[in-house]
């Protein structure tokens, strides 16, 4: 099976997924899917890792996270709460091998309408696969923590989604973040897997995709920018990352845009 790509360039929103080795239910117990978020807390002492949403499920997760031009915080972040995550059940269940696929798919955000659609997308992963009914039953996803915000263990940078989506207070975007997955929630469309939040190089405009095609250089020659209307996405030629995220189904350095390869 091909491996997934990343392709780094600063500044830029990431959505992140990574699944577990053979699409294993290795997270099934809500002991591991705490240990990931206690790792995730530690990377964001450590690095300064500024997260904007996240889901943990029994065999993958997604990770929203804003780039802020240090190249070295989201790979560093990963590597962190992969390997301790993997180390520790290893160690734990007396296992060996590999607990992670060897590579993550990140996929750059729009910061518009994009980015809104990409969060409820990431928070309704475990209603699409039947687990719950609202996102609010789920405890490992950011949606409790955006409408309760914690004291203590806090994950979610609320200043950078405040200043994301131009709003005034926390207060203004738990309601209207509220109102947008209520919203989904009615749409069958919205419970159904959509490939692009996790397949694709790039989501958003056709300026915004282009751009980033163009950046890449000689390594975007070859990826299709596909879409309409206002919703374009970069594909590559063929799917490259092409695993199934539903919860029961199964270095971002420019000169190693397609090769770093995380170790755990």
């Known amino acids: 099976m091909p491996r997934a790509n990343r392709h780094y360039l ?24 705490r240990r990931w978020l ?29 780039d802020g031009q240090e190249r070295e915080v989201i790979p560093e972040t990963i590597q ?3 390997g301790r995550t993997g180390q520790e ?41 039947g687990v719950v009914t609202h ?18 263990y806090s ?12 709003i005034q207070s926390m207060d203004e975007f738990k309601k209207t973040y509220k109102g947008c997955v209520e919203e989904a929630l009615e749409k069958q469309s919205q419970r159904e897997r959509q490939p692009r939040w996790t397949e694709s190089i790039a989501v958003g405009s ?19 920018v596909i879409g309409a209307n206002r919703s374009y996405e970069l594909r590559e030629a063929t799917t490259a990352y092409g695993a199934d995220f539903g919860l029961e189904k199964g270095d971002l350095r420019q000169k190693n845009t397609f090769h770093w390869g995380l170790s755990v």
Not at 17 to 26: G, S
Not at 103 to 121: K, N
Not at 135 to 152: A, K, L, M, T, V
Not at 209 to 215: A, E, L, T
């Open 10 to 33: 600063p500044g830029y929103v990431w959505h992140i997924t990574h699944r577990c080795h053979k699409r294993e239910f290795l997270l099934k117990f809500a002991r591991d899917q």
């Open 38 to 66: 206690r790792w995730l807390f530690e990377a964001k002492k450590r690095f300064g890792t500024s997260i904007l949403n996240y889901t943990v499920t029994s065999n993958h997760i997604h990770l929203i996270v804003r």
């Open 80 to 82: 962190l709460v992969a």
């Open 89 to 129: 059940y290893n160690q734990r269940k007396n296992r060996k091998g590999a607990f992670w696929e060897d590579r993550y798919h990140a996929t750059a955000i729009e910061a518009d309408f994009h980015l809104g659609q990409c969060m409820v997308y990431v928070d309704l992963n475990t209603v699409r696969a």
């Open 135 to 152: 996102p609010s039953e789920w405890p490992f996803c950011g949606y409790n923590e955006i409408q309760n915000p914690r004291q203590r």
């Open 155 to 166: 994950l979610i940078d609320r200043e950078s989604l405040i200043d994301l989506f131009g």
């Open 206 to 224: 056709e300026a915004f995709v282009r751009d980033v095609k163009g950046k890449l250089g000689a390594k975007g020659m070859w990826r299709e």
